[in-house]
């Protein structure tokens, strides 16, 4: 009996050995490794099934036979290894060589969203200014008549002032409580000095209201206005304060050229033209002038008008409060529109405010 | 105003090329936006003398034309009815000329005769708007020789500048003020300026006064001396109406202004040199022979040289023969004393009106005219006698006749000269640069003012036709302009922080903005005004702030709301073809304030979500409530910390925009800070959307606010010891909600609830009608031991019991 099952446990041992190996190297996925592995060496498998007969076999031979089992056991254990290993290796070999994935498709969760373009070059403006030294303040969009005009020093029939071309709330109120949509952000000249002393360095963003409305006029657009007032601030500073804007927003070699014009708040006034940075003439070179010549936006001249500027019109101080003989300032404003119009070459203003998703995503 | 640069050249003398002169005027304020070159294009366009004329020999209205051009004669067939006899000059378009019009001109067979050439008339060669004949012209118009080509002959050649004139500079509304200027910067010797002074001038200070008008007296009286301080006129007798020379008409064609006759003629001429509108009466049809100027009657018409009727008003100044109205004061004539063919004696018109009156009435009668562009801005009230005398002399120039003798000029308002003291050290302050005091007075003189040498700087006057500089600092920009502003130099100031710096307010909006598109919403940008249709459309507030001179019906109230704005963009969207949007947008809502002088604004957050959904690959249907929930959540991610997944949206508030069982506050530490939902169904038909767009709105002041109010988060360490979880899933009324549900979870343990969170909603089989099974993870863990499972169970058997009895809830297993 036990000299049978000695042979019997010595038979299944020799033939798992004879044929273990070459069952195993034949496997080519890991799949098919783990059944032929499970039919050697898993719970029913062939080896665990001889290891169950140990108990029977005699006393004697159990050790020696026992020892031979488990190497044999062991010796499948890393035969398997080994070829799952060469499996993975060989898998790994194969996406390493095969195909490409195909990255292309889009990305999963894309977030798409954008800032509208005026808000865009709204903050960078403001980001150039801020980092200046200036603050950022805001105010109403209605405002009453004097801090749009009178106390700005517009003549009291100043053509701004008719209904022609300014939105009035209540006309029929009286001139000191007529109420208007801000035909400028200048507005916020008047309600920062009345709410503060100098030094004041602010600039004021938001929407202004003008009666007209084509190709290049929108009845709402967007200003920023800015405004410095201390001791001793000179023209000489406005030109400084203008022309590192520019710089900074348009390129360090854009040429910036300051020549009088008039508004009434301020004076001596000024408008700033900025070299064209669609056809950038001012770069000099044949190409440059070519493309100068043929440029619609500047209309062949390189240069761009950008802003309204001068030194605040003693008479603004006296209207507000401050002594128009101790200090100083300047004040400028820019079409917010306008430099998002240039930046992303939109040629109609009213596309600004569609808010047509097609072209919210262009740009 | 347009400017011809021939003009400004002979005025100053200058050798300046137009572009250069161009770009002086720009550097002195007098921005010119555009140059346009004359006389160009006309080679083969010469001068010629007709030899012979006769009919075409089988074409009516044709006629046959031999001219020679000095060296070859040209038969040409012409169908003006003007050729001249011969000896006539005209203009001819030899065989192989060009016209500016685009004609080509080549030999042409007109009826068996072969015409080799054109006799051109105005409008044919750029040189005026004539089309009634051919040009001809007199030894007067040009002594060229035959063949001279025309542009040379008739001194074509000129540039326009167009210039955009602030209009505080009406002295720059004529070429001798551009002149003025352009010698200030040129340091020239000034303007060359020719006035024959053939009569003399009786200037009267007080309000009327009479003179010898050749034989009959004619009287002047000023009734309303505020709105006319001045009115001078003198007489021209004997004038004969005709064309007015070529080269008064070209230089008016030029300028834009037709040639009329060579009364109004040489009026405009006058316009344009001196910028002062003059206007001539046919003396003969002034009735009584005398003029007042006074306000009008109500009820008084006038029909104007435009043969309009227009009824006057008290505010309107009017000038009156012996019998009514004959014009409106520095707006336009009347048709009942025009110059016509017929007008033999002329009365000249030289007046000051007060701009403002003149504004009003041109205003009211929407009558924008060179006169009254000129008169609102502020005429030279110190030109007057000069003025006169350069009109008299152009019309008896042109049109013959003489002036009478003695003119009159009545003074009846005050005249106030302007002085001022200007001081060197403020002008190095306003430029931020020193100014030699020799060159600050070179400047001033030249431009007409006198000075007077002060220990501080200068005494000044200022000139009449200045009627913007009224203080030391127009000064300033006065020689800052001349010197140009790139002599000033350019430096950067050392900025002195504020004691306040950038509001967190709007700070904080930027974040938000940044916030909202990084959360993959587009901003859009409306417009501040909409309809009381859209408001009510969208059923918002329509308590609205209206605008009393709206553009349009459609744009005539303020927005209470963000929704019609951002409706009409998703309409928009929907429409083309884009399949879905997801806007938002922060903008002020106007809010009527009765009894304040301004309405409230506030700044809102709006957003809307409508259509497909976008998905990876295919479709995922349409935006739903959860959709906008998490784009919301997003936007607040930074700062809702401690703020559960599921506490962003709590009960419903009643609005009635949006559906009342698909909506919710926004709630944010506490404080309801806006609204989300879809909207109602009877607001989506109504402003033509489709499908259930989802609009969220908050107000961005108590948002920030209810942020600020919050704790801010502190850091806890991490959890030392392994959690478990278990799944709950129970059977609830659809109208428990799933928070009320975790909020029992989370009460029913003794802190070792960690975390709970819903991960399935049932609706369908096994699940009793309006009933809903909803299914969590519940983490539990101690914060001080592992959890053995004994102590899980017993805990999640105890929060299985209370959900049961709480929410009458059964499991689900
Ligand atoms: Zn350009």
Known sequence: ?363 | MLASYNWLRELTGSDLSADEMAEKLTGLGLAVDAVTAFGTGLENVVIAEVRSKAPHPSKDKLTVVEVFDGTDAHTVVCGASNVPEPGGLVVLARVGASLPGGLAIAERALGGVTSRGMLCAEDEIGVGSDHDGIIVLTREDTTAKLGTPVATALSLSDSVFDIALTPNRPDCLGHLGLARELSAVMKSTGVRTTLTESFSIATVQRASGEFDAGGATFGIAIESSERCPRYAGAVVRGVTIERSPFAVRYRLHVLGVRAINNIVDATNLAVFEWGYPTHAFDLDKVRGQHIVVRVAREGETLTTLDGVRRSLQGDDVVICDGEGPVAIAGVMGGQSSEITGATRNVFIECAYFDPRSVRRTARRLGMHTDASHRFERGVDPGAVPSVLHRVAGLITSNAGGTTVKEALDVVAGKLTETKLTLRSSRIDTVLGTKVPLKEVGEILNALGFKTTPTVEGFNVSVPSWRPDVLREVDLIEEVARVRGYDKIPTEVPHVRASATGTANSIRFVRRLREQASAAGLFEAVNYGFVSMTDLSNARVSTDAVRITNPLSEDRSVMRTSLLPGLASALRRALRHQAGHAALFEVAHVFVRNAGAALPDEHVMLGILLGGARPAWLGQAGEYDFFDAKGALASVLAQWRHGVGRDGLTQGAPIVAHLHPKRCANIVLFGSVVGTIGELHPDVVSAMELVGRPIYAEMHVGELRAAIEKGDIAKARALPKFPSATRDLAVVVQEDIMASQVADTIRNASDGLIEDVQVFDVYRGENIPQHHKSLAFHIVYRDSNATLTDEKVDRAHKHVTERVSAQLSASLRS
């Open chain 1, 1 to 363: 009996m036990s000299d049978d099952a000695v042979k019997e446990f010595e038979e299944g041992l020799a033939k798992v050995e004879a044929s273990f190996r070459s069952q195993l190297d034949a496997c080519g996925d890991e799949q098919s490794l783990r059944a032929v592995n499970a039919r050697i060496a898993g719970p029913t498998g062939e080896l665990t099934g001889l290891l169950k007969l140990m108990p029977k076999l005699p006393g004697d031979q159990r050790k020696v036979l026992g020892q031979k089992a488990n190497a044999l056991k062991s010796a499948v254990s890393a035969a398997f290894d080994t070829q799952l290993l060469a499996i993975a290796k060989a898998v790994r070999d194969a996406e390493l060589s095969g195909p490409h994935l195909d990255v292309t498709l889009p990305g999963r969760n894309e977030r798409t969203g954008s800032l509208h373009p005026i808000t865009r070059v709204a903050y960078e403006i403001m980001d150039v200014f801020t980092s200046l030294g200036f603050d950022i303040v805001d105010g109403p969009e209605i405002d009453l008549h004097e801090n749009n005009f009178d106390k700005l020093g517009f003549p009291p029939d100043h053509p701004a002032t008719d209904m022609q071309d300014s939105f009035f709330i209540n006309a029929e109120a009286g001139q000191k409580q007529r109420s208007l949509l801000r035909t400028h952000t200048s507005t916020m000249q008047v309600r920062e000095m009345q709410k503060r002393k100098p030094p004041l360095a602010i600039v004021a963003p938001g929407q202004v209201y003008r009666r007209d409305d084509d190709v290049t006029h929108s009845p709402m657009f967007f200003q920023l206005e800015g405004l410095l007032v201390d001791e001793g601030v000179s023209f000489a500073h406005l030109k400084g304060v203008l022309t590192r804007f520019a710089q900074r927003m348009f390129g360090d070699n854009v040429p910036v050229r300051f020549r009088p014009s008039y508004f009434p708040f301020v004076e001596p006034g000024g408008e700033v033209d900025i070299g064209c940075m669609i056809c950038r003439g001012y770069e000099g070179t044949k190409e440059a002038l070519a493309r100068q010549a043929e440029c619609r936006v500047c209309k062949a001249s390189g240069y761009l008008e950008v802003l309204g500027c001068g030194m605040v019109h003693p008479v603004v101080f006296e209207n507000v409060g401050y002594d128009s003989d101790k200090y100083t300032g300047f004040a400028f404003g820019l079409g917010i529109d306008r430099i998002a119009m240039l930046r992303y070459g939109i040629s109609d203003i009213r596309w600004l405010y569609e808010n047509d998703v097609r072209f919210l995503s262009q740009i």
